[in-house]
């Protein structure tokens, strides 16, 4: 009987420990119906996406396209943000996501969510994602991805290569690799160019996935079309960045 009680205290303290480690974290994914097709179809493809791994992973998603939501009395219920096909477009928006970030909260951007025309149109921003979109590929195609630090959790355990399906890619200027801030993740691998038709990417240093380390954040160039979710090299790299930024690894 003494032997039985034990038992169930040690399983009732092992029980609560476990919970106390896996803390739930909470989710609210931005996005928009009224921006580039396919940029649409990612959106509307990430959300059942996430949706499923919420149930795998125990924490909690929501989505929204009201973008007005981006304030502090709704942030402030979540840990981590998305961006899924848009990004904030008013001031008040801007700011809200700006005092969010600064107290430490996540964020993972995909794609567009890293757009801007130049530096001056949110210097902020700018700063937070380290560098400015300068051009881009066009038509949509796959690419090899180098993985620049597999120790990184958000890559961990990831292949040093992988296929990313087909996207439309981004070059950036500044050049990354000068921010000492900025940790790169990902590269477009040297064999892919040139990568394009009617916009080409010539070559050089093009990094697809980073963070800056002064944030809780994760900016990745993958978010264009209906084929982005079907490697499941890639998927697991989503899956570990958002664990990642909900303090889950
Ligand atoms: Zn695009």
Redesign the pocket.
């Given at each position: 009987m003494i032997r039985h009680v034990r038992l169930v205290c040690c399983l009732i303290f092992f029980g609560l420990a476990g919970v106390a480690q896996a803390k739930p974290f909470r989710v609210l994914a931005f996005y928009s119906m009224h921006v580039?097709q396919?940029?649409v179809d990612f959106a509307m493809q990430a959300i059942p996406f996430f949706q499923e791994m919420a149930k795998r992973d125990h924490f909690d998603f929501q989505a929204t396209s009201n973008w007005d939501d981006m304030n502090p009395t709704a942030l402030k219920k979540y840990q981590v943000v998305m961006w899924l096909d848009e990004f904030p477009s008013t001031p008040a928006q801007r700011k809200a996501f700006e005092e969010y970030m600064e107290h430490g909260a996540g964020w993972m951007g995909f794609?567009?969510a890293g757009w801007t025309e130049n530096r001056a149109v949110w210097p902020w921003f700018s700063d937070f994602l380290g560098t400015v979109f300068v051009g881009?590929s066009w038509p949509?195609l796959p690419a090899t991805l180098t993985v620049n630090d597999t120790t990184h959790p958000a890559v961990k355990g990831l292949p040093a290569r992988f296929v990313s399906p087909d996207?439309?890619w981004y070059s950036w200027q500044p050049t990354l690799r000068s921010n000492p801030n900025i940790k790169v993740l990902m590269t477009l691998a040297s064999s892919n160019f040139p990568l394009g038709f009617k916009d080409t990417l010539g070559g050089g240093d093009v990094p697809v996935t980073w963070t800056n380390t002064k944030y809780k954040m994760l900016y990745t160039n993958m978010?264009?079309?209906s084929k982005i979710l079907n490697s499941a090299t890639q998927n697991l790299f989503f899956e570990k960045a958002l664990l990642w930024l909900g303090g889950q690894s």
């Open positions: 580039e396919d940029h794609h567009i881009n949509p996207n439309e978010g264009h079309g």
